[in-house]
């Protein structure tokens, strides 16, 4: 360090850090201008932009700045549309534009940007800030890529338009969107039956409150994502239980069984389902102990036989369990409802099986 170093003040030190920690704490705005005008290192350019007031100035770095974080921060204060648009239109780094059109009001060239800017999250920003619902149409009509499509049909409320949408876009998402905010039942009857996607036909069920349509739907759909659909909005327990007898697919049975009060239909399912996720959910809506017991030490599956132990209270029981089951999820299980801390110890040591030595200590600690 040369001796004239030392009378320099530290914003402008040869070393970086130095000048960074300096310029945090300056509040002279010549200074700061100096800095973000000619100091090397980009941070300490970002740190004096962050405590700078002058807009025009701030318009120069947001325009010239070497640094894309520097002009992008720049560009977060500025509140002159005028400079907004300009740097929205010449940047060529998204981050930069990015920070501009949030900022900006003027929709026209909102409508442009939404349209043509060639990074999909700007384009996703400025329809973000586009209010006319006329503008929000053509964006939904034209836009290249779905995504901004899909920004423009979330924010449009003419029914009639996104009927036209759900009916006409290349585009799934774009679709199921539009079908999302309709209302119409007739019309959403008439996507369900017909929409080449699966995932547009389940959100027109979600919509519908038809009962009779929701249980053809639920009975005769080919994909079970819309027949799933379906039954989650259906209560007639009778029908319920016929789904949950007769449907194909496993995902769709076992949410039917969730919605089933009917503990003898419940555990008519235990015994004579094969798929183990389905008797597993059944058993989670049986309250008769002894039956669940009978399940705990004599069902082949050990989620069945967890499920059951969840639910029972007994501690005699729960004890005799976790000795005695080979499963150490089932052990576990038995161990996370007992209360004997004596018990609990002796698992904690002589158990084989380290989740339920674990799950042992965890129990004592609440106890």
């Known amino acids: 360090m040369g001796l004239l170093d030392l009378f320099k003040p530290k914003w402008q030190s040869k070393n970086a850090e130095k000048r960074l920690k300096a310029v945090e704490k300056i509040t002279d705005q010549s200074i700061l201008k100096e800095v973000a005008l000619k100091d090397s290192y980009k941070y300490v350019r970002l740190a004096a932009v962050k405590n700078i007031t002058d807009e025009a100035f701030l318009k120069e770095v947001a325009l010239k700045d070497k640094d894309s974080s520097v002009r992008r921060k720049a560009a977060e204060k500025i509140t002159d549309e005028a400079v907004l648009i300009e740097v929205d239109l010449k940047d060529e780094d998204s981050s930069v534009r990015l920070a501009a059109v949030e900022k900006i009001t003027d929709e026209a060239v ?189 069902d082949s599956d050990r989620y069945v036989r967890r499920a059951a132990v969840k639910k029972i209270t007994d501690q005699a029981f729960l004890r005799e369990v976790a000795l005695d089951d080979s499963e150490g999820s089932v052990r576990g299980a038995a161990v996370e409802k007992i209360t004997d801390a004596a018990f609990l110890e002796a698992v904690a040591l002589e158990d084989s099986n380290g989740y339920v030595r674990r799950a042992a200590v965890s129990r004592i600690k609440d106890l």
């Open 110 to 298: 909102l409508k442009e940007v939404a349209l043509k800017d060639s990074n999909e999250d700007v384009r996703k920003a400025a329809v973000e800030n586009i209010t006319d619902q006329s503008i929000l149409k053509e964006v939904a009509l034209q836009a290249s890529d779905w995504h901004v499509r899909c920004a423009a049909v979330e924010k449009i409320t003419d029914e009639a338009f996104l009927k036209e949408v759900a009916l006409k876009d290349s585009d799934w998402y774009v679709r199921r969107d539009a079908v999302h905010k309709i209302t119409d039942e007739a019309f959403l009857k008439k996507v369900a039956l017909k929409d080449s996607e699966e995932y547009v036909r389940k959100a027109a069920v979600e919509n519908i409150t038809d009962h009779a349509f929701l249980k053809e739907v639920a009975l005769k759909n080919k994909d079970s994502s819309v027949r799933l659909a379906a039954v989650e909005k259906i209560t007639d327990q009778a029908f319920l239980k016929e789904v949950a007898l007769n449907d194909s697919d496993d995902i769709v049975r076992r949410e039917t069984v969730e919605k089933i009060t009917d503990e003898a239909f419940l555990k008519e399912v235990v015994y004579k389902n094969e798929s183990s996720t389905v008797r597993e959910t059944a058993v989670k809506n049986i309250t008769d102990e002894a039956f669940l017991k009978e399940l705990a030490l004599k």
